[in-house]
């Protein structure tokens, strides 16, 4: 435990560390955490390891990726150039860029920027065409018109639902470069990291590992590569300290005011942000322009609490804030959050420090609001529960070539697949996997992705010739959408 500041009583850094001991997936975990009280920094410390191998200790001055969080910088950004009349969040994007375009014709014409940055595109959420492929924003863009929307029977997901969507996102922040000419990144350079002091914030993969002192991403003792988000920035790309995030938290305890009194944006723009837009369906949640939306459930009363979790690639965090109490907490972590350890790691750290602010003591009794949404790919896209079953034993297959080829979708591009001897691979943009037989038409190949393993189904299809023709990939699994792909 490395303390940096703290002013909260003498037990406050044990009450911390026996929370993440408690917690932690593994002895050691890399933490950082800092909590804002009245508006001002009152504890910020270090705990476990930032590099297993080299025995490197977290400090408050570690960085770490912070994922989705990210986008309540977006939304931040976006608020600013609404309050300064530049920019309409209910105007259609469709009249901002007539190239914009989605296959629900709804959504097409009438998706706002208020309806991406409260997750009710009606997009069915498909993460593995920006994780996996090459694309960059404006090609991810131009993809959009041929991606599938959540299939609801008889209507349609356009406002509707709360459907978690990256992409999305993306398109949002992509959007403010198009507009004004500026990139994303320098506009929150210069309209909000700057004016807060944030100079320990980067916006790219390269400038967190340049640093000297990162953590990297472990899920449990193994080292977990961390991953460039660049090509959906807006949606998860940033990277920060518990230090320079407690000004970010500050500024909304402070309705809005820098520490030097100026005013970056109004208390009214912040209040909209965190006002909710959409239920989330997920424990009374609600979700606003960035941020979800709950209460602290206590054996006092209920108190609003406003709060983003982030899951990058080995790497996770919670920012959060009671904005009628004064209170923030920030939990960044080197400790990937797996399936098992959703709502648990790190939120029930910060459980732990806001049950103490709050009652004085730690009884587990405290209920913090879940997460709205799944971490930037994992629950979305990463299927746990097969969509068809495996064989005992792996059929032979007759004649290989008859399945090599490649294979196009206008949306998700190219998939090759090729032959290795008597064996098949299936290869995407630079990416191969050996591609293994079900069934005479049905194949699986597993893929490394969200900081899990998780299985993607192929059912080869064939023409009236007999010869194979097409095949759809399981690319989206929550809900199950079978990509086609035709053989060029």
Known sequence: MKIYYSNLGPDFPKIVKDAIEHLQPVEDAGVAVAVVKNGQLSFAAGFGLRDRSAAAKVDAETRFAVGSATKAFTSMAISMYVEEGRIS??????????????????????????????????????????????????????????????????????????????????????????????????????????????????????????????????????????????????????????????????????????????????????????????????????????????????????????????????????????????????????????????????????????????????????????RAGPPVGASADAAHAAPVTAPAVAPALASPADYTGMFSNAGYGDLVVSRSGSNLNISYYGLTWPLQPLSDTVFRFDVEAFGTDFPVFVKFARGNTGSIDSFAASLVARPLLWIPFLKR
């Open 89 to 370: 969040l209910d105007v259609p994007i469709k009249q901002l860029l007539p190239d914009f375009q989605m296959k629900d014709p709804q959504a097409a014409s009438q998706t706002t920027l208020r309806d991406i940055l409260c997750h009710r595109s009606g997009l069915a959420p498909h993460n593995s065409l920006w994780y996996l492929g090459p694309f960059t924003r404006s090609q991810l863009l131009y993809r959009l018109r041929y991606l599938e929307p959540f299939p609801v029977q008889g209507g349609t997901a356009f406002r509707t639902m709360f459907l978690y969507n990256n992409i999305m996102y993306m398109v949002a922040g992509h959007l403010l470069e198009i507009l004004f000419g500026v990139s994303y990144e320098d506009i929150l350079e210069t309209r909000i990291l700057g004016p807060l002091g944030m100079t320990a914030t980067s916006l790219s993969l390269s400038d967190l590992m340049g640093s000297t002192n990162y953590a990297k991403g472990y899920e449990k003792a193994d080292e977990l590569p961390l991953k460039d988000f660049a090509n959906i920035g807006p949606a998860a790309e940033i990277n920060s300290n518990v230090l320079d995030m407690a000004k970010w938290v500050q500024l909304f305890l402070r309705r809005g005011l820098s520490s030097n009194g100026s005013v970056l944006i109004s208390e009214a723009s912040l209040e909209q942000m965190y006002t909710s837009l959409i239920a989330t369906g997920d424990g009374g949640t609600g979700y606003g322009l960035g941020w979800t939306i709950g209460t602290v459930q206590s054996n006092q009363q209920n108190k609003r609490i406003i709060f983003h979790t982030g899951d990058a690639d080995g790497n996770s965090a919670y920012v959060s804030f009671m904005p009628d109490d004064g209170l923030g907490v920030i939990v960044l972590t080197n400790q990937h959050c797996t399936q098992d350890m959703i709502d648990k790691w790190p939120d029930k750290v910060a459980r732990a420090i806001y049950e103490h602010l709050l009652q004085g003591q730690v009884t587990g009794q405290l209920i913090l609001p879940r």
